[in-house]
């Protein structure tokens, strides 16, 4: 008589196997942001040659526009 093996054995050791990565990966990708210089987001909008163009072009008379 012989003793029934156990199928799951490969599937659990490889599901254990990519937890492991995925928690290396993981702890890699932390250690890299934080020795990454931090992200900075200018909040104040930059003045555009064409907003200035554009706000000239509204302050004219619309009927001195269409002559030009």
């Known amino acids: 008589m012989s003793i ?5 054995t490969f599937a659990k050791r490889q599901r254990e ?16 942001a934080k020795d990454a210089p931090p992200v900075v987001y200018d909040t104040e909008p930059e003045d555009d040659e064409a ?13 001195d526009a269409v002559d030009s």
């Open 4 to 8: 029934a093996k156990n199928q799951n």
């Open 17 to 32: 196997m990519d937890k492991k990565m995925k928690a290396e990966a993981k702890r890699a990708r932390r250690i890299a």
């Open 51 to 63: 907003s200035v163009a554009d706000d000239d072009a509204s302050n004219e008379d619309p009927i």
